[in-house]
C-alpha cells in the first residue's frame, strides 16, 4: 500500500497542475471578457503552487519506473513554471490590446504546462510521448487563438500538420526500439544496449526517436515550420512557444540521450554534431536576411538550437548541466 501512495506521489506535480488548469477552465466559464484579468491571475498562483510543491518533495519514482519526481524533474517544473507564469502576464494586456477573445487562453496555457512536467518527468517512452502530445494540442490551439488574424490561422494549421507528421516520426522509433529491446523504460533500453551493442532495427528507432525530438527543438532541416508558427502566433503564444516548449524539448531529449540511449552515444555523436553546426549556422546566417522581427527571432531560436545541441553531442554529465543552466537564460532573454 505505502509503494502504491509512493508511486502516486511521484506524479503529485502533475495531478496539482492539472488540478489548477480545470480550476481556471472553470473560474472562466463564469468569467466576463471584463474579467480574464483574474483568470490570469488565479493561473499565476497556480503556477507558483505548483512550483513550490515540486521543490518541497522527496525525490522519488513510481508507477513501474514511468515516471520520476528527482532533482532533473524539480529544475524544469520550476523552469517552465517561471517561464509559463511570465507568458501570462505578458497576455494580461497583450489580449486586451490586440481584442483576443477567448478565455481558453490560460487554461490552455496551463494545460501545455501540464504536458511539459510530463515531458520532464517520463522515464518511459510511452509517457514521454504522451506528455509531448498533452504540451503539442495545446499549443496547437493557442497559435491559432487570433480566429480574426489568417496569419494566426495559417501558424496554427502549419504547426499542426507538421507536428502530426514528426509524432508519426517519434511514435514509430519508439516503437522500434520496443522491437528490438522489448522495453520502453529508459533504464532497461539502457541496460539491453550496455548487453550488447544496438542492432540495426535499434539504430533505425534511435534516429526516427531524434528526428521527432529535432522537430520539437527546432533543429535544422526540421525547422522550417518554426519562422512561420512563430511570425503568425500571438506575440504572447511565440514567447511561450521559443521558451518552454524548446526547454520541453530539450528536457526529453537529455533524459532519453543520457539514460537511454548513453550506451550507444557513439552512434549518435556524429549526426548530433552535424545536426549541431548546421543548426548554428543556418539559423545565424538566414536570420540576417530577415525584414520580419519576429522571423529574425524565430532564426535566433534556432541558432540557439544550434548552441544547446553541442552539450547533447558532447554527452558528458558537465554538458547535461550546461544545457539546465543555458535553457534558464536562455529563456530570460527571449521573455
Request: proline letters at 2%; glycine letters at 10%; aromatic letters at 12%.
Amino acid at each position: 500500500m505505502m509503494g502504491q501512495w509512493g508511486g502516486f506521489s511521484a506524479l503529485m506535480p502533475v495531478v496539482l497542475a492539472s488540478g489548477w488548469a480545470i480550476l481556471v477552465l472553470v473560474a472562466e466559464m463564469f468569467s466576463s471578457s471584463r474579467r480574464y484579468r483574474g483568470v490570469g491571475w488565479l493561473s499565476i498562483v497556480g503556477l507558483t503552487h505548483v512550483a513550490y510543491v515540486a521543490c518541497c518533495s522527496a525525490a522519488r519514482g513510481g508507477f513501474g519506473s514511468a515516471i520520476a519526481l528527482d532533482g532533473f524533474t524539480v529544475y524544469f517544473v520550476v523552469l517552465a513554471a517561471a517561464l509559463t507564469a511570465v507568458c501570462v502576464l505578458a497576455a494580461l494586456d497583450y489580449l486586451d490590446l490586440t481584442e483576443i477573445v477567448g478565455g481558453e487562453y490560460y487554461p490552455l496555457l496551463l494545460f501545455a504546462f501540464v504536458g511539459i512536467i510530463v515531458m520532464a518527468a517520463a522515464t518511459d517512452l510511452i509517457v514521454l510521448f504522451v506528455g509531448l502530445e498533452t504540451m503539442s494540442m495545446a499549443v496547437y490551439v493557442l497559435a491559432g487563438i487570433w480566429k480574426r488574424d489568417a496569419r494566426s490561422n495559417e501558424a496554427a494549421l502549419k504547426y499542426f500538420v507538421m507536428g502530426a507528421f514528426a509524432s508519426g516520426f517519434m511514435l514509430y522509433g519508439i516503437a522500434l526500439l520496443y522491437g528490438a529491446t522489448g522495453s520502453t523504460v529508459l533504464a532497461e533500453i539502457a541496460s539491453a544496449f550496455g548487453a550488447a551493442p544496438p542492432s540495426n532495427l535499434a539504430l533505425l528507432g534511435m534516429g526516427m526517436l531524434t528526428v521527432g525530438l529535432a522537430f520539437k527543438v527546432s533543429a535544422v532541416p526540421f525547422h522550417l515550420w518554426t519562422p512561420d508558427v512563430y511570425e503568425g502566433a500571438p506575440t504572447s503564444v511565440t514567447a511561450f512557444m521559443s521558451t518552454a516548449v524548446k526547454a520541453a524539448g530539450f528536457a526529453a531529449a537529455v533524459r532519453v540521450l543520457s539514460v537511454a540511449l548513453a550506451a550507444a552515444a557513439g552512434h549518435l555523436e556524429l549526426v548530433l554534431s552535424a545536426l549541431a553546426v548546421v543548426t548554428m549556422t543556418v539559423g545565424n546566417f538566414v536570420a540576417l536576411r530577415q525584414t520580419s522581427l519576429k522571423r529574425m527571432l524565430a532564426y535566433s531560436s534556432i541558432a540557439h538550437t544550434g548552441y544547446l545541441l553541442v552539450g547533447l553531442a558532447a554527452g558528458t554529465t558537465g554538458a547535461a548541466a550546461a544545457i539546465l543552466f543555458y535553457l534558464a537564460a536562455y529563456g530570460a532573454m527571449n521573455i
